[in-house]
């Protein structure tokens, strides 16, 4: 399994900032729940790397 591996699996995903001052990824699939929480520079971290991948993706479908 990897990156380039596709999978056949529905999920749902929510992003938003919790009572604690952090940035929550909450991802549900199949009835599993995977809260992932990041302080606000990780999070910004993690918005570039998905900004970076989605400029690499257009070019590589151009």
Do not use: H, W, Y
């Not at 529905?10 to 302080?39: H, K, Y």
């Not at 993690?46 to 479908?61: H, M, N, S, T, V």
């Amino acid at each position: 399994m990897g990156i380039n591996t596709e999978r056949d699996i529905e999920a749902n995903l929510q992003i938003g900032p919790t009572d604690q001052g952090m940035v929550r990824l909450f991802i549900e699939a199949q009835g599993l729940e995977l809260p992932m929480d990041f302080d606000p520079e990780e999070a910004e971290e993690i918005a570039e790397e998905i900004r970076a991948a989605a400029q690499a993706a257009r070019l590589k479908g151009s």
